[in-house]
């Protein structure tokens, strides 16, 4: 098991795929952190508007998990 994933790199690699490739099937994903907080999903909101990765999504922290969606 891997404990010190950089899921801000995880997050920005599997957007910038799925803006690439035009992924019609995957329309959400959802990964736990221990330590998922409203910060660390500020955080992504933010890199996603940075890097022009920004979609119609939503993200939202539930209990140590991140979900993100988008149509």
């Not at 891997?2 to 899921?7: S, V």
């Not at 890097?51 to 993200?59: C, G, H, K, P, R």
């Amino acid at each position: 098991m891997i404990n010190n994933i950089d899921f801000e790199l995880l997050v920005r690699d599997i957007l910038n795929k799925i803006t690439k490739k035009c992924n019609y099937q995957l329309r959400s994903f959802c990964f736990s952190i221990p330590t998922a907080d409203d910060d660390i999903v500020k955080e992504l909101e933010e890199m996603i508007n940075v890097d022009n990765l920004s979609f119609d999504f939503t993200i939202k922290c539930i209990i140590d998990k991140i979900y993100m969606q988008w149509k």
